[in-house]
């Protein structure tokens, strides 16, 4: 089966085409430069960035996978959870689309997406080692700007979120501490870059809920302690420039933040029996945080699986279209008929 996936979550305008779990082209429009300025993601700007991106982006999609529109068998859509404002634009364009070609749409979760995106082949069904139906139950780790969330996995379609943040999500410390540090934005891979140059240890920075009983996670407490910290720092050393601390200081956020995330994973396999880990989401990016769920992980004859291509980590549509793939598969895809289109509305805080 042919699809065109749709996500317009967030920051990026991006319109993918599946041959079944096969990735025949993955389009991403990046607002970043609009945002940039104003240090995080206005959701009008957005939204004009998406109504002008989306249109270029499905001719470029269909381009590259040297398709027809009415080849297409399906329309997938991320229907949330995301910004309002920037799920109607996708959600729209999904709709004409599949007005005018009669085809069904699949409404899709975006987390379902970060938590499916391993399951992704390139054009030529590689590479192998992607898991598979025998890989389950799995636990999902999703590591994004939204959230952070422990998602117990029975099979496709079959997911009970065990764990979540109660406040700010990891990527969101990223880039409120990006933001603290003048750095710009997205913080999270500046961070990651500045980290690799410096060592942790030296500022006595918490691990968030390393000693809580329970799943959740929670990052604002670090975020905080970074804000009295670099405050600190500035006040007793007031020549001294920021280059002469902020690796160090990267290093250590991020040890905490890896730390944490390693601490919660860990508790949760303690207590739901798996065969593997599934891991999205933009923070996973980061390539401490991988090495260290690699090291830790597959000890305890767990598999670990990421995306096979860096790309699908942070915002895509390539995982929108895995996701509508495995649902129509497995027949539990929120499906709607050209005839009742309407019915579909985006939801802005949809849980997985
Ligand atoms: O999954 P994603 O693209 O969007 C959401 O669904 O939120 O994740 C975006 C988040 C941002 O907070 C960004 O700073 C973070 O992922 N991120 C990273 C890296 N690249 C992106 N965090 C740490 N290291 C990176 N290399
Ligand atoms: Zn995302």
């Given at each position: 089966m042919f699809i065109l996936a749709i996500d317009t979550s967030c920051d990026e305008t991006s319109v993918a085409i599946l041959k079944d779990n096969r990735l025949l082209s993955n389009v991403i429009a990046s607002q970043i430069d609009l945002h940039k300025k104003w240090g995080g993601v206005v959701p009008d700007i957005a939204r004009r960035a998406h109504k002008e991106n989306i249109e270029p982006a499905i001719k470029e999609a269909l381009k590259r996978a040297h398709l027809k529109a009415n080849q297409l068998d399906y329309i997938a859509v991320t229907y949330g959870p995301g910004l309002a404002l920037a799920l109607e634009v996708g959600i729209n364009s999904a709709k004409d689309l599949a007005r005018a070609l009669q085809k069904p749409l699949i409404a899709v979760n975006h987390m379902e997406g970060h938590l499916l995106s391993s399951f992704v082949r390139n054009s030529q069904g590689n590479p192998s080692k992607r898991p598979t139906e025998k890989d389950f139950p799995a636990m999902g780790l999703l590591v994004s700007g939204g959230h952070t969330d422990l998602v117990y996995t029975e099979g496709f379609g079959k997911y009970k979120l065990i764990g979540e943040t109660l406040d700010d999500a990891a990527g969101e410390a990223f880039d409120k501490l990006a933001k603290m540090l003048d750095l710009g934005y997205p913080g999270g891979p500046i961070i990651s870059e500045f980290a690799?140059?410096?060592?942790?240890?030296?500022f006595g920075l918490p691990i968030p809920m390393e000693k809580s009983k329970d799943l959740n996670f929670s990052f604002s407490g670090l975020k905080t302690a970074c804000l009295y910290k670099i405050k600190d720092i500035k006040e007793k050393n007031p020549t001294l420039p920021q280059s002469a601390w902020v690796y160090d200081f990267c290093a250590e956020f991020v040890d905490s933040v890896i730390k944490s995330l390693l601490i919660k994973l860990e508790k949760a396999l303690d207590q739901?029996?798996?065969?593997?880990?599934?891991?999205?989401?933009?923070?996973?990016?980061?390539?401490?945080?991988?090495?260290?769920?690699?090291?830790?992980?597959?000890?305890?004859?767990?598999?670990?699986?990421?995306?096979?291509?860096?790309?699908?980590?942070?915002?895509?549509?390539?995982?929108?279209?895995?996701?509508?793939?495995?649902?129509?598969?497995?027949?539990?895809?929120?499906k709607y008929l050209p005839d009742d289109l309407e019915k579909l509305e985006r939801d802005p805080i949809a849980e997985i």
């Open positions: 690799k140059k410096g060592v942790g240890g030296k739901y029996s798996v065969k593997s880990v599934l891991l999205g989401g933009g923070v996973i990016s980061n390539e401490k945080l991988r090495r260290s769920i690699n090291k830790y992980i597959p000890p305890r004859g767990i598999k670990v699986f990421t995306a096979y291509n860096k790309r699908l980590f942070t915002d895509n549509a390539a995982m929108i279209g895995i996701a509508a793939y495995y649902g129509v598969k497995c027949n539990y895809a929120k």
